[in-house]
């Protein structure tokens, strides 16, 4: 599956963006979604996961409460309405996909996904 993201943008401290990332080349029917982030000079780091087939979710401490994941299964889409965002978000988000049911409370890295998107920088200024 190849996946696009999207919606990246420069919004102040305390705003809202929301990403998407669309896939092609076959429809997604199960497996696990998620968003990771690379802040300059970090390495990157888990955001949220979402398991395609029921809907559950996982987010990172530092995003709880403010970061939702979901998905459109009709558009083959999965979004991250981002709110109250903070200087401390500014980063490159990614969008992933594995073919694998995680649960939710699973600790996802990177080498839990084998397909990525091309990232969406997302700046937020103070």
């Known amino acids: 599956v190849q996946l696009q993201a999207s919606g990246g943008g420069l919004v102040q401290a305390g705003g809202s963006l929301r990403l998407s990332c669309a896939a092609s080349?076959?429809?997604?029917?199960?497996?696990?979604v998620g968003w990771f982030r690379q802040a300059p000079g970090k390495e990157r780091e888990f955001v949220s996961a979402?398991?395609?087939?029921?809907?559950?979710?996982s987010y990172a401490d530092s995003v709880k409460g403010r970061f939702t994941i979901s998905r459109d299964r009709a558009k083959n889409t999965m979004y991250l309405q981002m709110n109250t965002l903070k200087p401390e978000d500014t980063a490159v988000y990614y969008c992933?996909?594995?073919?694998?049911?995680?649960?939710?409370?699973?600790?996802?890295?990177?080498?839990?996904?084998?397909?990525w998107g091309q990232g969406t920088l997302v700046t937020v200024s103070s």
């Open positions: 979402l398991r395609w087939g029921d809907g559950s979710t």
């Open positions: 992933a996909a594995s073919s694998r049911n995680y649960i939710s409370s699973y600790p996802f890295t990177q080498a839990d996904f084998r397909s």
């Open positions: 080349g076959r429809t997604v029917n199960g497996g696990t």
